[in-house]
């Protein structure tokens, strides 16, 4: 399988993002964004959760292997979990999550963990903006999958 | 013959001639020269135990206690990372620690250097000298699967793991992927009809779930039909959970994973919980 | 089988510049499952309350998508009003297509209409899957235990029996008291501790409803709140007890400054305690008593002041000086913490009768000189930069009081978590008296170093805690909760699925997962009343085993899948 063709630079408009933001303080902040009318790219979505802790790796796999550019989980201050430090593990669990993503190449630049924005709509629209303009020069994941989901299945 | 198939032998011949194992988990010659497992029963059978080549057994350990009546007593012949497989599978509620003994023995500089292994022993083996392992990411073959930036190792595992039939061969072989049923079987993560299995709902998923539980035995590499380097990505996790929070798999019996645990308590309740097994519903009595 | 009604929000034009709603209704009128699709002008006056349940009923459906604003503003009250008219929550999925699409995307009328129509897709998605938890209600036992019979559990025991209900008052020693038995005066009144005590012990004797339980420990837990089991152990027998809540007011434990300023070497080196002990046996010889303060404090091992040594310091001094107007006494402190009016004066009453303080810095502390006995204290005036020489006949060394030694294994029974020094944790900061664990308070030095009074206060405090459990006659597992509107659900684990490897029991903050034997194999259990909805658990479960019916992973994964569908299509 050739796969050169695969893995090209170019990307095909903003950055699609799939954001996980825990209802207690990332979803306040994006919400608190709109309140605020900031001027955002659309391509990103927004899936509320009750704790980032809820948050399975495998669902972030799934999202990558979905269309998505990258991934951004949001959860709240770490010593503010209302759910006693739950944010504390879903933290050092995303991190091993972004060690794998660096061994295939795929990066852990597509995952954001943010756990500082609490009901901040400044810091949730920077955040997310750092995060597009990180994605930017990254290949597009869907073109990736497309292509290999029409490659003949044995060489 | 080795001394280490000699002691083997002789030890697991004195086990089941004394009666205190039931069965000897191990790997034997039949009448068709065939090596293959084979659970001896009786002292006599022991002349045709082999040690070689390297099987992992512990998954065959587990389903034997589980087949096997509740007084059965098992002795698993293993290597090091056999044994480190078997008491992941302990600490995980697989196998009843009072039901298994290990007869463990350490492999050659050979069979190091074919692993990549760095620890080519057991903690206490009944055979064999501890030989120095084998530093995997000094190896250049090794090194290479995770050289380059991110789109040349993306392009080179996108080929590789393009070679995969979907067999499950290496979940079947893996002694710590014992869920039924399985993610990798449920359509909600991975498309059932898509072959090659796809990278990142299979074979990540799979290599996550393994993250803080593999014990690089390579049986999961061993077991694939076309070769895909699946231990390298489990070794690259290994090395992480090293060096961030000194945690190796199949080495602690009482240590759960650290992914598990927040910051600043060992456990939720800011103490050691005494045993996996342990039901708090039951009454703690100290 | 019955659909989804879909009811899109105009906000009275806010949607449309930014959204196609005409475009996004026929979408979304093209999706299996929608039975219904509705443009609405608003949700949220109070005419269209009604108006939406007619339209609910009348399609047939029995889910129901709304697209409008964010649930923090109107949209929210409008779930809430649904429910409360007897629409299950589970089956109302509200999409937030203004402050979460409209309101900021107003650039890209084309990528914003993508977006609302895959959020209500995602929004359908979610409903196919969404479901239910079961509730669990328990009735609740109107007993108590207080753990700990010193000035706060003393208080707590008397609060609770006094609104009615039983107590189980349970001391390791074989009368109450706590630290206040070692103590001669409490300040800073200067009452005799003894005093004080009294009404309390009178009440334990005299009240029917305290079952005072003297020598006695705990030695096993399980349940809870609203339903402890727990096992109390004493020489005569063990005891059973059920109870609905538990107080723990165990106290703090004495700390002995072996090797610091030659205590144990010196026998007129002696420690706070000590001195107080020979107040109260009458045995106060000493004519030059010097006090030396954070002894043992506020130092790397024990980094925290302990808030009352510098007040019953004072107050020693002070009947030092009263008992022999030629004593000479000292006090050589860091700093004095003495916060508030009344120790303030108290301070200034000490310094009025004629006891001397002298501040040294932490780097330069005091030593003891002499041979065989205590000749004289060395210290370097910090204030006056001045070393003094000042003979002494007692050294008195105050100490930092330390977790009480029995705190790790009561934490453990009942799965409370210990702070860095071996205090119970408090549930900080919103939470106070109360733990992680759900009917489990605690209060006076088992919480931190307080002094007799604030322990009394705390008691008190945790009572009525436990009191807001204790007279409700059942609770429902979803009412186990801090949140106003309840849990979200709890976790459910599927029968025949679990592998029994214990993530979820080692993950849970709140040990509401345990492992249970099942044949021959370790299943998991969820505890209803415990489960806080948090997900963790399901997080870490290897096959999916554990979910939270409200949120479970088919619904999740449904939402992943159609979260970049319209964009697909470009």
Known sequence: MNVQGIVDKTTRGTPRVLVFACRWCALVGADAVGRGRADLPASFRVIPVECAAMVEPDSVLRALASGADGVAVMGCHLGGCRFNDANHVALKRMEALGDLLDAVGIGRRRLLLSFGTAHEGRQFAEVLGAFFRELEPLPSLAAWRKTLLNQPSFR | MTSTLKTIRGKAENLLAGGLADGVLCLGRDRFNVVQPRLFHKAEEVGSLEIEPKWNLAKLAMQTLRSAEKSFRLTVVCRGCDERALLELVKRNQIDASRMTTLSYTCGREQAEACLCPRPYPENPAAGEKIEGVDPFGDPRFASLLAGDDQERMARWTGLLSRCLKCYGCRNACPICVCTPCKLEDDLWVERSAVPAEMIPYHLIRAFHLSDTCVACGACQDACPVGIPLLALQLVMRRSLREKYGYEAGLEADRKSPLLMDFEHASPAGFALPAWTVSSEAPHER | ?570
Request: charged share 25%.
């Open chain 3, 1 to 570: 089988m019955p659909g989804v009604i879909a009811i899109l929000c105009r906000c009275c034009g806010q949607i449309e510049p930014a959204v196609d709603l005409q475009a996004l209704r026929e979408r979304i009128d093209r999706e299996a499952g929608v039975v219904s699709v509705e443009v609405r002008d608003s949700l949220c006056l109070p005419e269209d309350g009604a108006a939406i349940v007619k339209a609910v009923e009348s399609s047939g459906a029995d889910r129901i998508l709304l697209a409008a604003c964010s649930q923090y503003g109107k949209a929210g009250a409008v779930v809430s009003a649904l429910c409360a008219r007897g629409i299950d929550r589970s089956r109302v999925r509200l999409v937030d297509i203004r402050e979460g699409c409209a309101w900021i995307h107003r650039g890209d009328r084309t990528a914003a209409t993508a977006k609302a129509c895959d959020l209500l897709c995602m929004g359908l998605g979610f409903l196919r899957y969404g479901g239910c938890s079961t509730d669990a209600v328990v009735a609740v036992r109107p007993e108590c235990l207080v753990a700990g019979a010193g000035s706060a559990g003393l208080a707590a025991a008397v609060s609770i029996a006094r609104a009615g209900f039983q107590v189980h008052l349970v001391e390791r020693a074989a009368e109450g008291g706590g630290m206040l038995k070692l103590i001669s005066r409490v300040y800073p009144t200067d009452v005799e501790a003894a005093e004080k005590l009294r009404p309390y012990l009178e009440e334990v004797e005299r009240n029917p409803r305290i079952a005072f339980h003297p020598k006695t420990r705990v030695v096993s837990a399980t349940g809870f709140a609203g339903d402890f089991k727990v096992r109390l152990a004493s020489a005569t027998g063990d005891v059973n007890v059920r109870v609905g809540a538990v107080i723990l007011a165990t106290g703090a434990g004495v700390w002995l400054p072996r090797g610091l300023y030659r205590y144990g070497e010196l026998k007129e080196v002696l420690t706070l305690m000590e001195l107080e002990r020979r107040q109260r046996e009458g045995k106060t010889a000493a004519k030059r008593s010097v006090f030396i303060q954070c002894a043992g404090a506020r130092c790397p091992e024990r980094p925290y002041c302990a808030t009352m040594c510098c007040p019953s310091s004072i107050k020693n001094a002070v009947l030092l000086r009263k008992a022999d107007p030629d004593a000479e006494v000292t006090i050589l402190h860091r700093d004095i913490m003495t916060p508030g009016h009344i120790l303030e004066r108290y301070y200034r009453s000490a310094l009025e009768a004629g006891v001397r303080f002298v501040r040294f810095a932490v780097e330069e502390p005091p030593m003891i000189s002499g041979e065989g006995h205590v000749e004289h204290v060395e210290v370097f005036d910090a204030i006056s930069g001045v070393k003094r020489e000042i003979e002494a006949d007692q050294v008195v060394l105050s100490t930092p009081l330390v977790a009480n030694a029995d705190n790790a294994k009561l934490a453990e029974l009942f799965h409370v978590p210990l702070d860095d020094y071996g205090f119970f944790r408090e549930d900080y900061p919103l939470h106070p008296l109360e733990t992680r664990q759900g009917g489990v308070f605690i209060c006076g030095s088992a919480r931190w170093p307080v002094s007799s009074g604030e322990a009394a206060t705390q008691g008190e405090g945790a009572a009525m805690k436990a009191l807001a459990i204790l007279c409700r006659e059942k609770l429902s597992a979803r009412s186990m909760s801090r949140l106003p509107e309840g849990k979200l659900g709890h976790a459910r684990i599927e029968d025949g699925a679990c592998s029994g490897c214990g993530n979820c029991v080692a993950v849970c903050p709140y040990e509401a997962c345990t492992l249970q034997r099942v044949g021959g194999a370790f299943v998991s259990r969820a505890n209803k009343m415990r489960c806080r909805a948090c997900g963790s658990c399901t997080a870490v479960c290897p096959n999916g085993t554990v979910q939270m019916p409200e949120h479970n992973a088919r619904a999740v994964g449904a939402m992943i899948r159609r979260a970049f569908a319209e964009g697909d299509a470009g």
